[in-house]
């Protein structure tokens, strides 16, 4: 068995973390799309939901909502969401992140 140099090794676990916090199959135009319809009506500075734009969360912290908290408060909301939506909304939150290359409010 080959051993794995340091520099190989750490290769790999920043490949690993960077596509563990990247979303999968999303598209962020049509996420734009999406999010701007199905969450902006609550989402907004006097909605009822309280404003919250790409920028309110850091791109793992938007990875982890969908991964694990689907909207806690009101879960029911994601229902009538198909799954390519809520990715195409996730990957446009992500890729506009507090800590992404490009992070934007979406207004």
Known sequence: MKTLTKTTLAVMLVAFATGA???DGGNP???RHHYKR???VCHSAD???GELTPMSKTMSQWDRFFQRDKHKKQPEVFQGIDEQKL???NQFLFDHAADSDQPATCG
Request: charged fraction near 35%.
């Open 47 to 49: 909605g009822a939901g």
């Open 29 to 31: 135009k049509k996420g």
């Open 87 to 89: 990715l195409d909304i």
């Open 21 to 23: 916090l990247a979303v």
């Open 38 to 40: 199905e969450c902006k």
